[in-house]
């Protein structure tokens, strides 16, 4: 099972939106709503923050936005803020043959 | 609140074998399937191993097929994942996680496999 595109890093400036594009397959992105997305801090651990492409969990600020067309899924972080500088990778439901979900290959986001 | 704890990480030697557990606790265990994920340095995130929330289903990484084994004992709330003929290429932070969308995630334990 190949990881999910993504590009490598993103940036925008306090206040401004960013939008990281996860691009699959249509036996993954494309066959299933259970689209997740997930933050990482350096030396911490990821959290959940989209689920199911649109959902947010509870606790998760109303700036982050999940959505999906065909193959590829999106995460758009709105207001950017200072404490949105980190790690991102999506992840993918990939069928009921391995009960797995398969990750993107991570997006640097910058704050400038 | 829900936590999950990992240990038993250290440096091993190549060919040697290690066992990391996960105490899980703020939830009900046995209610939810179970990951293993990693993290070599500096790289992204691989799913390793996915066992069922009795235990009976279990799933693995090609990476790691026939050397690890993920186990759960649902009356001490803890999983398992034994790695047996470790390598290079094992050397990774291992998280363990919550259900099949990765909901919670553990801090972390690293594993070094170096002679």
């Known amino acids: 099972q190949s990881a999910l595109t993504q590009p490598p890093s993103a940036s925008g400036s306090p206040g401004q939106s960013v939008t990281i594009s996860c691009t699959g397959t249509s036996s993954d992105v494309g066959g299933y709503n259970y689209v997740s997305w997930y933050q990482q801090h350096p030396g911490k651990a990821p959290k959940l923050m989209i689920y199911e492409v649109t959902k947010r969990p509870s606790g998760v600020p109303n700036r982050f936005s999940g959505s999906k067309s065909g193959n590829t899924a999106s995460l758009t972080v709105s207001g950017l803020q200072a404490e949105d500088e980190a790690d991102y990778y999506c992840s993918s439901y990939a069928g009921s043959n391995n009960l797995n979900y398969v990750f993107g290959t991570g997006t640097k986001v910058t704050v400038l | 609140q829900v936590q999950l704890v990992e240990s038993g990480g250290g440096v091993v030697q190549p060919g040697r074998s290690l066992r990391l557990s996960c105490a899980a606790s703020?939830?009900?265990?046995?209610?939810?399937?179970m990951n293993w994920v990693r993290q070599a340095p500096g790289k992204g995130l691989e799913w390793v191993a996915v066992?069922?929330?009795?235990?009976?289903?279990?799933h693995y990484a090609d990476s790691v097929k026939g050397r690890f084994t993920i186990s759960r004992d649902n009356s001490k709330n803890t999983l398992y994942l034994q790695m047996n003929s470790l390598r290079a290429e094992d050397t990774a932070v291992y998280y363990c996680?919550?259900?099949?969308?990765?909901?919670?995630w553990g801090q972390g334990t690293l594993v070094t496999v170096s002679s």
């Open positions: 996680a919550r259900n099949l969308g990765y909901d919670y």
């Open positions: 066992v069922s929330d009795d235990g009976s289903n279990k």
């Open positions: 703020g939830f009900t265990f046995s209610s939810y399937a």
